[in-house]
């Protein structure tokens, strides 16, 4: 191991677009010397700069990306682990930690790690739309890569039944179909039909596709792994093209113009 510590710089990049990029985010994959990530990703960064190297790996190689950013760290490299969105938010923060665990790292001696922050798929795509999240909200991924079906399929029902926004990440793919279908079912059995969807396809890059629906007829549009489904609640309503849920000002206080007593 080197003299120098190194550095794990593990990166938001938003949607991915530079435009969508935190000014940290940006400034932290300048300062490293290596960056790691998925591919598509990276490639959506362009131009990383001169003199980096850059390991790029694809889907579900997850766990080599990581080990090999923790080894190079360890090294005295300053590395960058790339996600899209936030790190932490079904990103590779969570997993960057539960390797330096394995290893025993100890922050006080060993490598130094920065987690920088990113927009989330869930309020990239909701801003797209108006502003569907603007009371308590659920997000829920329907892959069942790491979580078993059973578990996910509790979690929705939860989430239907005490009223949450919900958020759906992967909610379907080329082989699989059926879980968007079965939450849909289980959603309906505690909102009606007429409950304002939002179906947002790559935000922010070259294939965006944004959908206002309702959970009647949610099925009839494509949806696929780079969608996210924002489902309403009871109080959402689409006005003018935009999807809003309503904290409760017009409980509490007169929203005519000139008139904001209680």
Not at 39 to 50: I, M, Q, S
Request: charged share 20%.
């Amino acid at each position: 191991m080197s003299d120098y510590r190194g550095k794990l710089l593990v990166i938001g990049i938003g949607p991915g677009t530079r435009e969508q990029m935190t000014r940290r985010a940006e400034a932290a994959i300048a300062e490293a010397d290596t960056v790691v990530g998925y591919k598509t990703y990276l490639n959506l960064l362009g131009d990383l700069g001169p003199g980096k190297t850059v390991i790029a790996s694809g889907m579900t190689e997850e766990v080599i990306r990581v080990q090999q950013a923790v080894d190079l760290a360890e090294e005295g490299r300053r590395v960058a682990v790339v996600s899209s969105g936030d790190p932490g938010v079904y990103g590779m923060a969570g997993l960057v930690f539960e390797i330096l665990r394995e290893r025993g790292w100890d922050p006080a001696a060993g490598l130094e790690v920065e987690v920088i922050p990113g927009t989330t798929a869930a309020n990239s795509c909701a801003a797209l739309v108006g502003a569907p999240l603007m009371h308590d909200y659920a997000t829920i991924s329907l892959s069942d890569h790491l979580t078993p079906w059973e578990v996910i399929a509790r979690r929705v029902a939860a989430a239907a039944g005490a009223d949450f926004v919900i958020a759906l990440y992967n909610p379907s793919a080329t082989r699989r179909k059926e879980p968007l279908a079965v939450t849909r079912a289980t959603i309906t059995r505690h909102r009606p039909g007429t409950t304002p969807v939002a179906l947002v396809h790559e935000a922010y890059r070259l294939g965006q596709r944004v959908v206002i629906t309702d959970l009647d007829h949610l099925l009839d549009h494509p949806v696929g792994m780079l969608a996210t489904v924002i489902v309403g609640n009871s109080q959402t309503f689409v006005y003018k093209g935009f999807m809003v849920t309503p904290r409760g000002y017009a409980g509490k206080y007169r929203l005519e113009k000139g008139d904001a007593g209680q």
